[in-house]
């Protein structure tokens, strides 16, 4: 009977407790936008700093920020909506997607939100965002790149990042701008990619657009995620002189591998790594010097706050905020929230056509953005067509972006020199 | 006088359950109740097994993935309708319990368990590797056509009974086997597995059937839930924690109860909910704190469930109304 008392009174302080994290004051017009993340799980860390992100980008367009110089950061809301104030709501996916899609039809329902936005993991905004479908309501994605999600063509889905498409084709963009400006065309490619999903749709576009646009691969290796060793896998790839690699692998193989290139003595001219692994924090630090010279293909970087005073201000106000820098993922949480804002305030409504009407037309110019993009401008299957990835290359032991070149903040160094040269 | 009571009871319950989403007419509300009834119903299934013969599988997600996999490669490849390759990936699932259910009922207790788990990671990598289902992109439930044929919807209520139909299915199928030579075959087993055999029970046999019974039943849920969420992926339909929660909706309610499961999982799905709603969005996992702490409190003070402890109040007030 004693443990039935806790129990009721447990449910009596949850139920008191609840009111005050959702508490309704209504003294102004609030726009209400959902915003689904995995805030609990493997992942809640990056999931946390999206909605710290999130919360600095509510609080720009709601109370200004001195001296930013980006549509709607003077403060006061939203012009158009009588200045209408952004109230962000915040739901825990769990990295569940059948979380994500009861989540998403709550926030819809009940808290009745005018968009959503999320959710980060690709699977877990698949079931949101096709919940949004069936409603009707307009659903932006800043973060996730599974190319299947833009390739449904709904009509209620907006995404902002590139895709792992985009990316790959970035790579050969890199190596067609490289070849025009210092005459370096990779003769003999070898690709290195892990065994999942990611790494094997990977090899398939790097194949085939290789083929179309005349690049010669001479080894294609696909191992086994989280390999203890890739000793034959190195030695296939010196046996084939290839002379540039393309690698996509996770923190612990992308360490291994690079070990096991310097044991070996497998020095390409260059190694471009398709992110992951080889942009964690951790593939720096315990490499050391020997992590020099790795190029990967980036979403953002820390040097660009040189480039775009934009980006500087915004990164000071973040870290200001919550002692750490932005990275690829919360700086395109940011950038969502601000693209959705601005359509919302464009739509002069709420009403969810409005809102999808002037989310199809949005037009940002890369200048108003803290991302390295071009701009954001979506095509008919919702998807930025003005986003792109940067080349970052590891010199002293920091990432440098080096591509594209108008951003690029250090030179590329190309061929590496070979392990006993350095 | 119990069993009177206890029909009473299913009557009014399914009654009940028939008008109630007429009372819940918001559809994130009617979610939760198919919600419900989707996790009663693979509890039940889970059961067969679990609860009655004994046999503590916690890897019951790959029958479940299974039959969502079934269902839906065959709906997307050649468009055969859901209600058919339900059947189908119960079949399937059935028997590839029947092949894992030779190799792992070669181990008692723990061991068995800890095999079961193995075996679900292992489906779990072959699916996540294998290009024609999608490999770890998932497939998706096309949503272009809609209706009964399909089994698509756009309203809450068909899935609501389509959920409720299977939970009866699933219930009477357990009924039928509580009331028939299996059932106290099973039972016999769970207890008194030297006794069983020594009257001429073949354990294993009989094991097998159990867990051709429970992967069938299971399978069925998994081609519910991916045409409820039109998406499937590694991810999502053979997860370790789906396992830990078949079991748990079980255990929590009342193992080797034919209502134990669907108590528990009303009882579950409603906390679950409940607290993500309130605490979810905090970001401090307070939801899940709660949830665990509420899980910990009923494992320690009504080890026979939920259901067995309602009963044990309902036994009391009968003696005291006898004694009166």
């Known amino acids: 009977m004693m443990c039935m008392r806790k129990l009721r009174s447990a ?72 200045n209408a104030k952004i109230r962000l709501i915040f739901a825990d996916h769990q990295g569940n997607p059948q979380v994500g899609a009861t989540e998403a039809e709550r926030l819809i329902m009940q808290e009745k939100v005018v968009a959503l936005l999320g959710c980060y993991f690709s699977n877990v905004t698949s079931t949101a965002s096709q919940m949004a479908e069936r409603y009707g309501v307009p659903f932006l994605n800043p ?9 449904r063509r709904f009509k209620w889905f907006f995404r902002t990042t590139p895709h792992d498409d985009l990316f790959v084709h970035n790579f050969y963009e890199f190596l067609k701008d490289i070849g025009a400006k210092k005459n370096l065309k990779p003769k003999r490619i070898a690709l290195l990619n892990e065994n999942t999903e990611w790494g094997v749709e990977t090899t398939k576009i790097e194949e085939k657009l290789a083929g179309e646009l005349g690049y010669n691969i001479v080894e294609k290796i696909i191992y086994p995620a989280k390999s203890t060793q890739l000793t034959s896998e190195v030695q296939r790839l010196k046996a084939s002189k290839a002379d540039l690699l393309m690698q996509s692998s996770y923190l612990g193989d992308a360490i291994l591998s690079m070990k096991t290139y310097k044991e070996q003595g497998f020095a390409p001219s260059a190694i471009l790594a398709n992110d992951a692994g080889f942009s964690d924090t951790e593939f720096r630090r315990t490499l050391g010097k020997d992590a020099n010279y790795v190029l990967s293909r980036e979403v953002w970087a820390k040097d660009l706050t040189t480039q775009n005073p934009l980006i500087k201000q915004v990164n000071d106000l973040y870290a200001q905020k919550y002692k750490t820098d932005f990275n690829g993922n919360s700086a395109r949480s940011f950038t969502g929230l601000f693209v959705l804002a601005d359509a919302i305030n464009r739509a002069g409504s709420t009403a969810p056509e409005a809102i999808r009407k002037a989310l199809s037309e949005t037009n940002i110019p890369g200048k108003h953005l803290i991302m390295p993009w071009e701009g954001v401008k979506f095509d008919a299957t919702g998807q930025n067509t003005l986003g792109r990835g940067i080349i970052v290359q590891i010199q002293n032991g920091e990432f440098a972006t080096v591509w594209p070149f108008d951003i690029a903040t250090k030179d590329i160094i190309w061929p590496m020199p070979a392990w006993d040269k350095r | ?196 055999r020594s009257l001429g029970v073949s354990l294993t046999a009989y094991k ?111 003696k005291t109304e006898g004694g009166a």
Not at chain 1, 144 to 151: D, F, G, I
Not at chain 2, 42 to 66: D, E, P, R, T
Not at chain 2, 209 to 234: C, H, N, R, W
């Open chain 1, 11 to 82: 449910f009596a302080a949850a139920l008191l407790l609840g009111p005050c994290f959702f508490g309704s004051a209504q003294a102004q017009q609030e726009i209400k936008i959902g915003a689904i993340y995995p805030l609990t799980g493997a992942a809640a860390s990056t999931g946390l700093e999206m909605r710290n992100a999130l919360e600095l980008a509510a609080d720009m367009i709601n109370n200004g920020a001195k001296g930013i110089d980006m549509p709607l950061a003077a403060g006061g809301g939203l012009p158009n909506l009588g």
């Open chain 1, 143 to 151: 973060e996730s790149s599974s190319a299947k999600l833009t390739q």
């Open chain 2, 1 to 196: 006088m119990m069993t009177k009571k206890r029909n009473s009871l299913i009557v009014v319950g399914a009654a009940l359950a028939l008008v109630l989403p007429f009372i819940v007419s918001n559809p994130a509300h009617q979610n939760y109740l198919i919600l419900v009834l989707m996790f009663a119903q693979i509890g039940v299934a889970w059961n067969i097994l679990g609860g009655y013969v004994g046999q503590v599988s916690l890897g019951h997600v790959a029958f479940f993935g299974i039959g969502a996999y079934t269902s839906t490669a065959l709906l997307i490849s050649v468009g055969l309708s859901p209600w058919i390759g339900m059947l189908i990936g119960g079949i399937v699932a059935a028997v590839f319990g029947v092949m894992i259910g030779w190799i792992c009922f070669r181990f008692k207790g723990h061991y068995f368990t800890m095999a079961t788990i193995a075996v679900a990671e292992i489906i779990q990598v072959l699916f996540t590797n294998w290009e024609g289902v999608g490999g770890a992109v998932g497939l998706y439930v096309p949503m272009d056509r809609q209706g009964w044929g399909v089994m698509v919807f756009n309203s809450k209520l068909p899935y609501y009974y389509i959920a409720l139909g299977l939970l009866c299915v699933t219930l009477l199928g357990n009924w039928a086997i509580e009331k028939s030579f299996l059932g106290y075959y099973f039972r016999a087993i769970k207890d008194e597995p030297e006794a069983a």
């Open chain 2, 208 to 318: 097998l059937v159990a867990i051709a019974i429970s992967s069938f039943f299971t399978a069925m849920g998994g081609s519910f839930y991916a045409q409820k969420e039109l998406f499937i992926d590694p991810g999502s339909v053979l997860v370790t924690s789906l396992s830990v929660k078949m079991s748990l909706v079980t255990i929590l309610g009342g193992v080797g109860s034919l209502f134990g499961p669907l108590v528990g999982s009303t009882l579950l799905t409603g906390i679950e909910e409940a607290t993500r709603q309130f605490f979810g969005g905090s970001g401090m996992g307070i939801d899940l704190i709660i949830y665990a702490s509420i899980i910990i409190i009923v494992a320690i003070y009504y080890p026979a469930g939920v259901l067995g402890w309602i009963k044990h109040l309902l036994r009391r007030d009968a």
